[in-house]
């Protein structure tokens, strides 16, 4: 795992930020993740250049391609995937209370989706679906969607997105960590 921070003082956004950081790191044979926010084209070029695959979040940010993918998997569609190898993984686990379940659907099939060509190294869409039962009967739904460059591959994309999420869940439960973040690099610059 990576994490790098630097001081933004030319005002690019975060998006151009995190892409000239991905430039000088090694990315080869790496799946990077990332949040919404950095679901862009531009990051996904950086990535692919770099010989890296990618898992990168989708929200209303991305407006139709959020939409889009988000229908594809209504229907039937999560079925099929559920029978075919590779495309689908289901996890039950404790937490928060309760207990949550995740189904993890991921394809192949992007011909249906008009701006293909514009991401470099598209491969593939995925889905998480999460519902949450607490103890007290209350329960939760969500869906998050994702653009991938990995294959079909249930697997991969449930440790990717797994492994995303532990980072924020850190950086939320340990924000005194991150906020000496520059100060633990400089230190380590120096040892």
């Known amino acids: 795992m990576w994490l790098r921070q630097e001081r933004n003082g030319r005002r690019k956004g975060k998006g151009p930020a995190a892409q000239e950081l991905l430039r000088v790191m090694d990315l080869k044979g790496t799946i990077v993740t990332a949040d919404a926010m950095n679901c862009q084209k531009g990051t996904a070029e950086v990535i692919t250049e770099g010989k890296g695959d990618y898992v990168l979040a989708l929200k209303g940010n991305q407006g139709l391609l959020y939409e889009e993918v988000r229908a594809y998997f209504d229907g039937d569609c999560l079925e099929t995937l559920k029978g075919k190898s590779g495309c689908y993984k289901k ?9 949550a379940v995740r189904e993890y659907y991921i394809t192949e099939d992007t011909g249906w989706f008009s701006e293909k ?13 999460k519902k949450l039962k607490r103890r007290d ?12 460059s990995i294959e079909e591959n249930a697997e991969e994309f449930e440790r990717a997105v797994r492994r995303h999420w532990g980072v924020l869940s850190a950086a939320f439960f340990y924000p005194h960590l991150f906020q000496r973040m520059p100060e633990i690099l400089d230190f380590l610059q120096a040892a």
Not at 91 to 99: I, N, Q, R, S, Y
Not at 137 to 148: L, M, P, V
């Open 91 to 99: 996890t039950v686990e404790a937490e928060h209370g309760g207990v």
């Open 117 to 129: 060509g514009k991401w470099k190294g598209l491969k593939s869409f995925g889905m998480v679906h």
């Open 137 to 148: 009967g209350t329960q939760e739904e969500e869906f998050r969607c994702y653009i991938c």
